[in-house]
């Protein structure tokens, strides 16, 4: 990949470990990189999906919705768990 040590995942937000996941993707789609590096390359990228998707769901679990009763009153409900 590059001669920088690449910083551990789990350290990552979400938006630096997507907007690495784009890079690794925008490079082996354009066939700059070596069987090698590419292997590597495709092993970090499936990481990075792994940690995003981790990432949205625990952004998800913590969104919550607002509802409206009857007289207007706004109240705060947790998202149900669709699992």
């Known amino acids: 990949m590059t001669d920088t040590a690449e910083p551990a995942i ?3 937000s979400f938006e630096a470990a997507l ?5 690794i993707v925008q490079r082996l789609e354009r066939g700059q990189l070596d069987l090698e590096a ?3 390359a495709y092993e970090r990228g499936t990481a990075l999906r ?3 998707a981790t990432k949205l769901e625990e952004a998800r679990l ?3 919705k607002i509802t409206f009763e009857k007289d207007g ?3 705060l409900e ?3 768990d669709e699992s």
């Open 62 to 64: 913590r969104v919550e």
């Open 10 to 12: 789990e350290t990552l």
């Open 73 to 75: 009153k706004a109240t």
């Open 78 to 80: 947790p998202v149900e």
């Open 19 to 23: 907007a690495e996941l784009e890079a």
């Open 50 to 52: 792994r940690h995003c």
């Open 38 to 40: 590419s292997i590597a």
